[in-house]
């Protein structure tokens, strides 16, 4: 049989670790039997439900070219977008899963129904937990205003996100997070290390010079985090 691989990991970090994409290079080796043939290999850095992937594109026009065989690790790594698996199906393509030997038309869309599912998921996970860092570091950016000099406001945005990465994983947990005197004590730290900026090097909105009232940089600080 003769093979194409084809390999996809989501962000550039994975691409440049290798994380991911060497499980991926192993189970198509593990997969191949003596007298096959590996006769290219491609892979993109992109998100499963993009469809218009050079790599992706490029190893589907070489599997018809050379009546070739298109083999991935697993289905998500096609794709996560299950109306592009079915199309791809239907277009006489032929390609084999490494982790669903055998598997039917059936199978495969069911298959490629859970792997959209899954995306859609992941979505809303990620999406949920960016709400809920910005309300926390928010929370930090209101206890962060009572501790700066009248005139230093423009800081507030810089020390609420230093103030957090600092944080243990512990301190973060919770949605707002509890002001301990170890949390308070950090965010002091931060506001020290910032206190004698000077203003032309931070500031970039004249706008928020005029921001006096505490309440006023409080919401200053949360639009711009």
């Given amino acids: 049989m003769k093979y194409i691989a084809y390999y996809r990991v989501s962000t ?10 060497e499980a991926q290079q192993e189970s198509v080796k593990q997969y191949m039997t003596p007298g096959d043939e590996l006769l290219s290999e491609f892979q993109d850095i ?22 070739a065989v298109l083999l991935v690790a697993k289905l998500d790594r096609l794709g996560r977008d299950a109306e592009m698996i079915f199309n791809l199906m239907n277009s006489g393509l032929q390609f084999q899963v490494c982790d669903l030997p055998g598997a039917d038309f ?10 959209e599912r ?17 309300l926390r570091i928010a929370k930090v950016a209101e206890v962060a205003s ?13 020390i609420a996100k230093a103030a957090y990465k600092s944080m243990t994983k512990e301190q973060k947990a919770s949605v707002m997070i ?48």
């Avoid at 550039?12 to 994409?21: N, R, W, Y």
């Avoid at 059936?106 to 792997?115: K, S």
């Avoid at 506001?191 to 409080?218: F, G, Q």
């Fill in 46 to 67: 992109e998100s499963g439900k993009k469809r218009n992937r050079k790599g992706l594109q490029a190893a589907i026009e070489l599997c018809k070219n050379e009546n």
């Fill in 178 to 225: 509890t002001m301990t005197q170890d949390v308070k004590d950090i965010i002091k730290c931060e506001v020290d290390k910032n206190k004698n900026k000077p203003h032309h090097h931070v500031l970039k909105d004249r706008k928020s010079t005029r921001l006096n009232s505490s309440h006023a940089n409080i919401s200053y600080a949360v639009f711009c985090l």
């Fill in 12 to 21: 550039k970090g994975q691409g440049e670790s290798g994380l991911g994409l």
């Fill in 106 to 115: 059936t199978t495969i869309g069911f298959m490629a129904v859970l792997a």
């Fill in 146 to 158: 009572a501790m700066i000099e009248p005139g230093h406001e423009y800081l507030v945005k810089k």
């Fill in 118 to 134: 899954e995306r859609t998921a992941i979505s809303k996970r990620t999406k949920d937990a960016y709400e809920a860092k910005k």
